[in-house]
Every structure is written in C-alpha cells, then in structure tokens.
C-alpha cells in the first residue's frame, strides 16, 4: 500500500501517471500534481476513471509542496517538473519526512550549468532523517548509470572507459521541435561540451567533437559530444576510471535552426526589453514551438541509448556494450507519449517502485549507480524497456 504523489503533468508526467496505474498492486493511491491543473486532468482523463487524483501545485513554494504532501497523506514524491523545483520540493520532503525522486538534477533559471553540488549539499539533512533522495531515475541520467553499474558488477574487475551513445532516431515532421522541455533541451545541447580523462575535466566548444556511431536497429548516425550531469557522478563512482563521454545524435535540420536561434538571439536566457515589455527569448521560443507533449501521435522511429564500457576482466581486455531500443509508435500505443517521455518516465516508475518497495533501501542523495543494478535491470525487461549486450 503506498501514496504515491507526482509532480509535473508535462510528457514525463504524462507516462509516470499511465505506469503508476500499470503498476496498481505497488501504488495503490496516485496524484498527479502540477501548476497547471488542467494539464492533469488530460491526463487523468485517459486513465480509469478513480484511478489517478489530480492537484495543482507552485512547486516552487515550499510550504505549498509541503501542504500538498500533508494533504494527500504521500508515501514518495516522483519529481518530473521541471530541474529548477528539484531544491524546493527536496525541502518539502525533508520537512514532511518523505522519500524523493527525480529525473533531471538542479538547474538554477538564471544560469545555464547543471551540476548535483546543491542537491548533494542535502546528504546529512536526508541521512539525518533515514530518508532517500534518489537522483536522476529517467533514462540518462538513470537507466545509464544502471548500464555502468551493471557493467562493473557483472562483466568487469576494472572499467577504464565509458562512452555512453544517445540516440533518437525518431522523426516528427516538424522542421524543428524538441522531444523534451524546449528551454532545458536547448541550454544543454547550444552549452560547451565537457568530458573527464585522467581526473580533469576537458572543456570542448558546444559540437565541436563528433563521431559516427552504428546504433543497432537505426544505423550509422553522427554523435556529438556534450556534457551530460550523469558523468559528475559516475567519476565518483566507478572505480578505476580513465575517461567518461556522453555523445548524443542530432539531426542536420535541427543543428542548422539551432545555430540560426542561437545567432539571433533567441537562446538568451537573460531579460530583453521589447517594447516595454520584459521578456526572456528562450521563454518566448517555448511558447511558440510545438508542445513535447503533443509529438507522440506523429513521431516514428525508434531511440537508442546505451553504454560501452571498455576495461579488465580476469586479466584481459573486454569492451561491452549495453543498450536499449524503444519504438516511439509502440509507446505513443501504450501512454499517448512519444519515445523520448517513455524511456525517461519508466525508469522513474521503477525507481520509486523498488523504493516504496524496500528494495533499494539507503538513506542520504543516492546516484543510481551507489544502487545494487540487478532489481532495476529486471524490472527494466518487465516494464517496456528491454535491454541487451554486446561483447565488442
Ligand atoms: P515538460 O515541460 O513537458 O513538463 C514539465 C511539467 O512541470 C509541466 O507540467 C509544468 O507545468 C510543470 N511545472 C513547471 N514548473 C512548475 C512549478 N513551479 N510547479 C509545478 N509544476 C511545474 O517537461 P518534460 O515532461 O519533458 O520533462 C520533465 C522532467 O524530466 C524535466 O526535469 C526534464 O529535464 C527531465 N528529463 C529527464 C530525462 C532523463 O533521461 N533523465 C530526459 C528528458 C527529460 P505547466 O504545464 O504549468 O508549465
């Protein structure tokens, strides 16, 4: 019997919502929670009738998360709002002593740079209270740190590198439009790249690194470099570490109109003044793009997201690649979202699950790869997400 409370009704929460209800015999009572109410309520509305409760929410207001948690009577707060409410809603778990999750870790509006200093500032608070904040359960961050994990329990004594590969090869006839969050999608992919080698971090001008890469089931696609937040854990945890990548696949239509944004302007994230009005030109792209949430009916293709993981096993070298591949219509089937929303709001679903569950039982901020992989893993292969491996 647990109370399980999401926050955040956009693609994620979308999914987070239809496999908590997939998953009824573990989350026996769901609310989603969001600033929009409206929002939730479309997506109740595709569910059973009874079976997910709806709120609204500023999860930026502590004492409102709070209230809401005391309200619903929460067992665990699934956070797929946006990175810039993780702090607040950490806060408000703290407070009413529940366990916490996340997808995304802490990014403040005004600065483009994503890292966990803040939200592991918050490990003696959580360990103080016996609690766990489990960070970055979505796919990458999440599903690839399990991949390590895995690699270093099962296939290696020692792993000397890590490239993880991310591709969506969907396709959604837009000339331009993100999968996720258009204002997170585009600080991160037009930001410097940054991989780690020999203890440092290499910075590399946003692009500036590619390199073709044959994704099993889509084919040779170009991967650029950036930086990803899962590399700032996995240094941490991942003994005998040499280098860690993170190269993602974009398409040329999407590179070009990016560059085009970027070049005039419209990626700032400082206030303009237009004509009299104070507006921030990434807010204002937002709100004319195509809505995340609305791509699922028209994307096909398929995504593939995975790790190689090079090292030592028995005194000789191995190189293992693990991945996952994900249809987007096959999803858009099971929760009316597209691919990319799937393989993030699984993995949370089974986080939380495995929490509520007992199965993973720590307390402090845990990175999913500090976590025994095997549970996730296997849940992985029952949840819609199967998984394999590849001896290079
Ligand atoms: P969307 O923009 O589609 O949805 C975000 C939701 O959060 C919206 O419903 C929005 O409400 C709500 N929200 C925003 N601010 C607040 C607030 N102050 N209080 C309450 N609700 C709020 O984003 P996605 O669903 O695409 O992404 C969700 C999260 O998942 C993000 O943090 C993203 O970074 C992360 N992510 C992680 C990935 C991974 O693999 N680890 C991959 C993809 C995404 P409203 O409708 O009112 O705007």
Avoid at 319 to 333: F, G, L, R, S, T
Avoid at 339 to 351: K, L
Wanted: net charge negative; charged share 25%.
């Amino acid at each position: 019997m647990s109370t399980v409370l999401i926050i955040g009704a956009g693609g994620v929460g979308r999914v987070v919502a239809h496999k908590c209800v997939q998953n009824s015999e573990t989350f026996t009572k769901i609310i989603l929670a969001s600033r929009t109410l409206s929002r939730c309520e479309e997506i109740a509305s595709e569910l059973p009738s009874g079976t997910v409760h709806v709120e609204s929410v500023d999860a930026d207001i502590t004492a409102d998360v709070v209230e809401l948690i005391k309200k619903v009577g929460a067992d665990i707060v699934i956070n797929v709002a946006l990175p810039y409410q993780d702090l607040t809603i950490m806060d408000a778990c703290l407070e009413t002593n529940v366990p916490y999750l996340d997808t995304a870790n802490y990014e403040h509006p005004d600065t483009a740079k994503f890292e966990y200093k803040e939200q592991w500032a918050k490990d003696s608070a959580f360990k103080e209270k016996n609690l766990m904040a489990l960070l970055g359960s979505g796919f990458d961050p999440g599903a690839t740190n399990m991949f390590c994990a895995y690699a270093q329990k099962h296939y290696f004594d020692e792993i000397h590198t890590i490239d993880i590969l991310d591709c969506n090869a969907g396709d959604h006839g837009y000339p331009f439009a993100t999968n996720f969050n258009p204002e997170i999608n585009l600080r991160e992919v037009s930001a410097n790249g940054r991989y780690w080698e020999n203890g440092e971090w290499i910075e590399t001008k946003p692009l500036e690194l590619h390199m073709p890469w044959d994704y099993p089931e889509v084919g040779i696609k170009e991967s650029y470099l950036l930086y990803h937040e899962e590399m700032e854990s996995l240094v941490k945890h991942i003994k005998g570490l040499k280098r860690i990548r993170f190269f993602m696949t974009f398409g040329e239509s999407y590179l070009t109109h990016m560059r085009c944004l970027e070049n005039v302007g419209m990626l700032r994230i400082d206030e303009v003044d237009h004509h009299g009005q104070k507006i921030i030109p990434i807010q204002f792209l937002k709100t004319l793009l195509p809505d995340p949430a609305s791509l699922g009916p028209r994307t096909t293709g398929k995504t593939n997201i995975g790790i190689v993981a090079e090292g030592i096993k028995d005194g000789k070298p191995r190189k293992v690649y693990i991945y996952q591949i994900k249809d987007h219509e096959e999803c858009y089937a099971e929760v009316k979202s597209q691919g990319v929303s799937y393989t993030t709001g699984v993995p949370a679903v089974i986080g939380a699950k495995l929490m509520v569950e007992g199965t993973w039982n720590m307390s402090g901020t845990i990175n999913m790869e500090q976590l025994d992989p095997d549970p996730f893993m296997e849940e992985m292969n029952k949840q819609g997400l199967p998984w394999q491996v590849k001896e290079l």
